[in-house]
């Protein structure tokens, strides 16, 4: 199988960046179609082990590894998602798989055979790794997401804020599960590419005294457990 990496970088911003990139990016960049009102509202449920593998790799700055999340946005379950998040150094890459909303009540409620007959090879990985890894929904992940799209290099820019926790609530289709801020209001620009990143969008990015991060929303909320 050909795996696709795709570059990706992340900066921490302050309210005064945030204002000026999104400016100088909406003269050169287009509002991603899909979003509502120019945003999205996400939510994503995370999964790790007993020992925190995907947390400790992560905050270990392990090169090469993977967390398994699902996610749906703007409060919309009839469309939700299985993905697995794989990283290599700087590069990233995503495999997703459609789950319905009664099976992924059925992952949180640990109702979990049915998936190792499923015709998607991700939700049947996901099952294996649950039984020999000890993978369980560990915490939710609420976020919004003001994105921009640029064709050429198949550029993504994303603004991430008002970042939020759900201690150890998993019951991440529940809207009234409670959510918490996480953190101090940190607000997190990423950069996604594909082989090139335009000078034109480069040169809208540049920031004084901002330099790239290896923040993980995933890690700022467990930091609250």
């Excluded at 996901?126 to 369980?136: A, C, F, N, P």
């Excluded at 994303?158 to 953190?183: E, M």
């Excluded at 950069?191 to 040169?203: G, N």
Aim: aromatic share 10%; proline share 4%.
């Amino acid at each position: 199988m050909n795996i696709k990496y795709r570059h990706e970088v992340k900066h921490y911003l302050n309210v005064s960046d945030l204002i000026a990139i999104r400016h100088r990016l909406s003269a050169v960049m287009e509002p991603d179609p899909h979003a509502v009102d120019g945003k999205y509202l996400i939510r994503s449920l995370y999964f790790d082990n007993m020992e925190d593998k995907a947390l400790r790799e992560k905050l270990d700055g392990v090169n090469l590894r993977e967390k398994f999340r699902i996610r749906y946005y703007n409060k919309d379950t009839s469309f939700i998602h299985l993905e697995k998040k794989s990283k290599h150094n700087s590069l990233g890459t995503k495999y997703e798989a459609r789950l319905t909303m009664q099976e992924a009540q059925k992952i949180v409620d640990g109702d979990t055979l049915w998936m190792l007959s499923s015709d998607r090879p991700l939700v049947q990985e996901l099952y294996l790794k649950m039984q020999y890894q000890g993978l369980r929904p560990k915490t939710i992940v609420d976020y919004t997401r003001k994105p921009f799209i640029y064709g050429p290099g198949n550029v993504r820019v994303t603004f991430d804020y008002d970042i939020r926790t759900g201690l150890n609530c998993t019951d991440f289709l529940n809207p009234d599960c409670i959510t918490i801020p996480a953190g101090d209001s940190e607000i997190i620009l990423e950069v996604k590419w594909d082989e090139y990143l335009p000078s034109v969008i480069r040169d809208q990015l540049q920031t004084k005294g901002r330099r790239c991060t290896a923040f993980s929303k995933y890690a700022l909320c467990r930091m609250y457990d």
